[in-house]
């Protein structure tokens, strides 16, 4: 089992911008971001293949363009940094991770931190 520990959400007006840090005891092949917002079910958002030193980055499409999903070698976390943040992203953000190198089968994510709230007005 990855235990893993999310930080940084908070709340910020439309249009700001929020980066997220998930430390994790160890990483596998594929580390991803969820979020689930009151009333809905849990959606991904993005994930980051180290299989192999891979890096590649796969976005769903309500990431795309404003998420950015990556690694930071200096805390030995991985970040998610949020951009032109909307209303719509209110929610609480999970990291995840998956063995194996489909990072974007999102079914497969089985160990999960506690989150981290993000919460955007308008």
């Known amino acids: 089992v990855v235990q893993l520990v999310e930080s940084g959400g908070g709340s910020v007006q439309a249009g700001g911008s929020l980066r997220l840090s998930c430390t994790a005891s160890?990483?596998?092949?594929?580390m991803g971001w969820f979020r689930q917002a009151p009333g809905k079910d849990r959606e991904a958002v993005a994930s980051l293949r180290l299989f192999g030193g891979d890096g590649r980055t796969y976005y769903t499409d309500s990431a795309k363009g404003r998420f950015t999903i990556g690694q930071d070698n200096v805390k030995n976390a991985l970040y998610l940094q949020m951009d032109n943040l909307k209303p719509e992203d209110t929610a609480m953000y999970y990291c995840?991770?998956?063995?194996?190198?489909?990072?974007?089968?999102?079914?497969?994510?089985?160990?999960w931190g506690q989150g981290t709230q993000v919460t955007v007005s308008s």
């Open positions: 160890r990483y596998p092949d594929c």
């Open positions: 995840a991770t998956r063995s194996g190198p489909v990072c974007d089968d999102w079914s497969g994510y089985n160990d």
